[in-house]
């Protein structure tokens, strides 16, 4: 099952190219932090790279990849009325509400939709080189950041009075506050595409 995009063609394909690298980034990423390899990307995202919080996170990660292959989740463009020109993309709760790293029951009966907006066709394709050399955010993390509320419960959390929104301000959240990281949507979609390539 996993990503279905509606709407035009362009968007059709774009989906359809981004799934397989999702998949591949998130095997990686469970990999990883399984084998206890991603320290660095770890205390760079979320501000901890202990053995419990590494474990705690290869289950999660393995987890949102499962579902995603399992589940439908559409993609669509947001209707016309309701878009923005500052918002990436949103995620409403799902029918059953938020819950911390759903299960494969509740994932079943969920109804999962990522709502795209108009500042999501402007952003690069990727963070290049990587997340941990760039500011902003890329169509890829920000599908991942979408993913994440959806199937972990992420929030967008706030650093000072902003929403940690930018590679810079997850980057600074994790340095002010790991436990604001661990639930911040934006540092689980950077953390993901640093292990895209």
Request: aromatic fraction near 10%.
């Amino acid at each position: 099952m996993g990503l279905v995009a509606t709407g035009s063609p362009e968007l059709q394909d774009q989906v359809a190219r981004f799934q397989p690298q999702i998949m591949t980034a998130l095997q990686r990423a469970a990999s990883a932090t399984r084998e206890r390899k991603a320290g660095a990307e770890c205390t760079t995202w979320f501000g901890d790279s202990s053995g419990p919080f590494l474990g705690r996170l290869s289950k999660a990660l393995s987890k949102m990849r499962s579902i995603i292959n399992t589940q439908r989740i559409d993609v669509v463009f947001a209707p016309l009325k309701y878009r923005s020109g500052d918002e990436n993309a949103a995620a409403y709760a799902p029918a059953e509400g938020w819950a911390e790293y759903l299960d494969f029951a509740q994932a079943s009966r969920q109804g999962f939709t990522i709502h795209l907006n108009e500042n999501f066709r402007r952003l690069p394709l990727f963070c290049n080189p990587s997340p941990d050399q760039v500011d902003g955010q890329s169509q890829f993390e920000t599908l991942v950041h979408e993913l994440s509320h959806l199937i972990l419960g992420t929030d967008d959390e706030k650093l000072g009075s902003y929403t940690a929104y930018g590679a810079k301000a997850a980057r600074d959240l994790a340095k002010a506050s790991p436990y604001k990281a661990k639930n911040n949507a934006e540092n689980w979609g950077l953390f993901v595409e640093s292990f895209r390539v």
